[in-house]
């Protein structure tokens, strides 16, 4: 079993719609969680950063933890096709600098 | 600006002519990473340093090789590439803002094929 799943999607909607990209992980020791985004040919960038569980918000974007389920959420309110790209989901643990990333969900905003 | 620069972007080579890749932060990180990205597999660690000469194998090391001579400095090396190396390659440069809090600055990225 891998210890982060993620849809590879590609997940297509139209323009203004709410998204909902997930993982879920298996280790419970993971206490940080990320959301990257990738544009075509560039390198990752971070998106969101949480600990523990619970929600953040940060514009258009909200990150959600729920480590009783393991499994974490980004939902992108009002989506432009500026979102499209691929995220990915990273996990790491307390005291560890090693980031576990999930494949990654292709997303498509179309106008 | 604060940025990670790899070089080349782009390389194709052969079965074991022997490359380098070439990473560079500005930032003044300590902890520096080498990752690979395959279709289906995601981003996985080849190597990291967290200093000045002090390196680490990631998850998939076996053909690669790297040095950490300067703090800005971290280079990928393939002694003898094979073709199941094609990938597309990034470094990252690591930022504590605290004990909690990491960012992974990534590079443009390196796609390699190796024929």
């Known amino acids: ?111 | 600006e604060a940025q990670v620069t790899q070089n080349p972007r782009y390389l194709i080579t052969v079965t074991g002519k022997k490359l380098t890749v070439t990473c560079s932060q500005n930032m003044n990180h300590e902890y520096m990473s080498w990752y690979r990205q395959d279709p289906g597999l995601g981003l996985r660690q080849i190597y990291y340093s967290m200093n000045v000469e002090v390196t680490d194998k990631g998850d998939v090391p076996e053909g690669y090789k790297v040095s950490r001579k300067e703090k800005r400095n971290f280079p990928l090396i393939l002694e003898s590439p094979s073709p199941n190396q094609t990938s597309l390659y990034f470094c990252a440069s690591i930022s504590y803002r605290d004990l909690d809090y990491n960012e992974q600055f990534f590079g443009p990225g390196t796609r390699l094929t190796v024929l």
Request: proline letters at 5%; glycine letters at 8%.
């Open chain 1, 1 to 111: 079993q891998k210890e982060v799943e993620q849809d590879p999607g590609p997940l297509s909607v139209p323009e203004g719609a709410i998204v909902s990209l997930n993982c879920t992980y298996s280790n419970s020791a993971f206490q940080y969680f990320m959301w990257y985004r990738q544009y075509s040919r560039k390198g990752p960038e971070l998106l969101m950063y949480t600990y523990s569980s619970g929600n953040k918000e940060d514009g258009r974007f909200t990150a959600q933890v729920d480590k009783s389920s393991k499994y974490i959420s980004l939902f992108i309110r009002d989506s432009q096709p500026s979102d499209s790209a691929t995220y990915l989901c990273a996990i790491r643990s307390t005291g560890f600098q090693k980031l576990v990333f999930g494949t990654g969900t292709r997303l498509l905003v179309s106008p």
